[in-house]
């Protein structure tokens, strides 16, 4: 846990603000995430359990998000055509799936993100530098909750925490996002993905 608060608070002085920053709109941070065409960056993952997971991430609204997590992790995450992929590089099996829809990640991916929708919004904050968001599907909040963090001047996404069906937390902390990246659509094909892997392309159920 040490290493997590830490952490979070060294992603968070990345990027200079002013310390009592006016908080975020919901408005401004929908208006922030339609206009996130594409971006990649390095990410840190907190795990459940709290061990550390590093690697990639790519994002390409609508729809198509692709993490690639650093050696020794074999995992490979790809969200594309409605669907989350999640590779075992090692193996010869195909990558497990379920749909992404039924994830809180959705509630971003969609091709227009409207934080104002009645129930979608569970808590709105502003912490020191930073504006928190926490959301849910309001038609589906068994599905559970994503809360996202972003620091102002310029809007930048900087963490999220996904809250999933069981409660389980796992928090991504993202470094500084190259939104000019141009990001080739193979890297979000996951039939493609699971060919060039040597892996058969039917994807294993959870």
Known sequence: MKHFTKLVALALMITPTVANAEKLSLQEVSSYLNQLKSAKGAFTQINPDSTL?????????????????A??????????????????????????????GQTPLGLILK??????????????????????????????????????????????????????????????????????ARLNEDLFDIEQIANDLGQSTGKRDN
Do not use: C
């Open 53 to 69: 997971s590093k690697g990639d991430f790519m994002i390409k609204r609508p729809g198509r998000m692709r993490f690639e997590y």
């Open 111 to 180: 091709k227009n993100v409207n934080l104002a929708t009645s129930g979608m919004v569970l808590s709105h904050t502003e912490v020191g530098p930073t504006t928190k968001i926490k959301a849910q599907d309001p038609k589906h909040p068994n599905y559970g909750s994503i809360e996202l963090v972003f620091t102002a001047n310029p809007t930048e996404l900087r963490q999220w925490v996904v809250t999933d069906q069981s409660g389980k937390k796992t928090t991504v902390v993202l470094g500084k996002l190259d939104r000019k």
């Open 71 to 100: 050696k020794p992790n074999p995992a490979l995450v790809v969200a594309s055509t409605g669907q989350i992929a999640v590779f075992d590089k090692k193996s010869s099996a195909g990558p497990q799936g379920f749909p992404i």
